[in-house]
């Protein structure tokens, strides 16, 4: 892991601060001691400090992704379109094939590519534990990049639309099936292996009704909550799971909501069922570029919104997404939402930005540790350069964040002070030996798995040439 910064100043930056009381600050610098931002203004006086000079460039908060199955990304080669070839298809046929190296490979790419566009937060979506030495080597890769993590365990689940039936056939033989609750035993162990980290927390991803036995989600929530672990489940991805079970109205029937619930999508979510999570004060993060990939639906952001729930965004898996860009996400589900609301203004980029930082922040619990670039939280921060062809020229910062800047575009990235990227390159990773052994690490897999490896288009395999 990077060695922190014990004194730092940016100086002379334009700062998305996402704190209510700061606002924006123009020609502003930011003093970073000890991994905590101790102070933000003009021509602040720090002498032996660190200077980083930060002119012309824009300050934001480092993204929160509160939903990402990092392990995922090493499928990203062989994902891809439709029921046959998509993610859930090439999921359900490799990832029980998973060595702990394969797991450690995968969240370490996902990872660098999360902090070289601005992400320093990231909930590490765990949903293909396969044993204690997966979860393991999961978490040595998020400590080695030095990522802020909320770690979730879980065990492998298969499709929401699936009948029970179909759940056992598919799962019996991989991991936890469809009747077996998570092994909470390596849950505690980790829970107290890191309880003293201060980067990373645990917590627990559970499969809920829609995708396990309705012994299996009451006794994983019930030993969750026993354990003092926060809890994140999917919810009303697709038609097809609504159309077959209301897992919100379920759980409240057995009294198991709560605001130390995550619930991810809820694209399709009745009435009564929005009125449960906004009475609980369950926050939701909505995924639009797997969700449009997938053809999941459209996320209701402004529909979550105005029901008085709060929303985040979130990448989802990288495999779908096909590229960590939380910018990206940002314009989709801009435009998104105002055309749900049918108003070019009814969300803003400063209102988008914040659902990409200070609400995936509030979402994981983290809000007064990071998210915002306020004086007593820790030091994740992105400098992003405007003197680029994409960029110029800059008049509101926000709007050129948000509809015109891209990964690379990123110049420095901290994580609680450290420096995980500067001038534009990542300071802890050698790209090229990641990429490579990410590459034959995904060719042995498809041996082992004996799955065939996607050759080059044919035009006899349909489609234009």
């Avoid at 080695?144 to 993590?149: M, P, Q, V």
């Avoid at 092994?183 to 809920?208: H, K, T």
């Avoid at 990206?328 to 914040?354: C, F, H, K, S, Y």
């Amino acid at each position: 892991m990077p060695s922190p910064s014990d004194h730092l100043i940016v100086r002379g930056v334009s700062a998305l601060t996402a704190d209510d009381q700061l606002g924006d600050l123009d020609n502003t610098d930011i003093e970073v001691r000890d991994g905590q931002i101790v102070a933000i203004g003009p021509g602040l006086d720090a002498p032996g400090a660190r200077v980083l000079d930060a002119t012309g460039m824009i300050a934001i908060p480092g993204f929160v992704d509160p939903h990402w199955h990092l392990w995922g990304t090493l499928l990203r080669g062989v994902v891809g379109d439709g029921p046959r070839n998509g993610w859930f298809a090439r999921k359900g046929r490799l990832a029980p094939y998973f060595t702990p190296q394969d797991t450690h490979l995968g969240v370490r790419l996902a990872a660098a590519e999360g902090i070289a566009a601005g992400v320093t937060t990231v909930h590490d979506w765990a949903h293909n534990v396969l044993g204690p030495e997966h979860a393991d080597a999961d978490l040595r890769a998020l400590r080695e990049l030095g990522l802020r993590a909320h770690y979730s365990y879980g065990a492998p689940s298969a499709h929401p639309s699936m009948s029970a039936e179909e759940m056992r056939r598919l799962m019996g033989d991989r991991g936890k099936g469809f009747d077996e609750a998570m092994d909470f035993a390596d849950v505690r162990r980790l829970r107290d292996e890191y309880a003293a980290d201060p980067l990373i927390s645990v917590g627990v991803n559970v499969r809920g009704p829609a995708r396990s036995a309705r012994e299996v989600y009451l006794a994983e929530f019930r030993q969750a909550r026993d354990l003092g672990l926060p809890l994140a489940m999917h919810c009303a991805g697709t038609r097809a799971e609504v159309e077959r079970i209301h897992q919100v109205a379920l759980l409240d029937a057995d009294g198991l909501l709560g605001s130390d619930l995550l619930l991810a999508h809820c694209l399709h979510l009745p009435e009564a069922d929005l009125a449960r999570v906004a009475e609980h004060g369950i926050p939701v993060t909505v995924s639009p570029l797997s969700e449009l990939r997938l053809a999941m639906g459209l996320p209701p952001l402004v529909r979550l919104r105005e029901a008085g729930v709060g929303v985040s965004l979130s990448l989802d898996t990288t495999a779908i997404a096909a590229a960590a860009d939380p910018f990206q996400a940002m314009r989709v589900a801009l435009g998104l939402a105002n055309v749900e609301a049918g108003d070019a203004e009814a969300v803003t980029p400063r209102d988008i930005l914040r659902a990409a930082t200070i609400e995936g922040a509030r979402a994981l619990g983290l809000a007064g540790t990071t998210g915002s670039l306020t004086p007593g939280k820790r030091a994740d921060l992105v400098l992003i350069r405007t003197d680029r062809l994409n960029l110029a020229p800059v008049a509101d910062p926000a709007v050129a964040v948000v509809h015109s800047a891209q990964p690379a575009d990123v110049d420095t990235v901290l994580v609680d002070g450290r420096v995980l990227k500067s001038g534009g390159r990542l300071t802890g990773v050698d790209e090229a030996a990641l990429v490579a052994e990410a590459d034959l690490a995904l060719r042995e897999l498809c041996a082992r798995a004996g799955f065939a490896w996607p050759g080059p288009y044919r035009k006899s395999e349909g489609g234009a040439a």
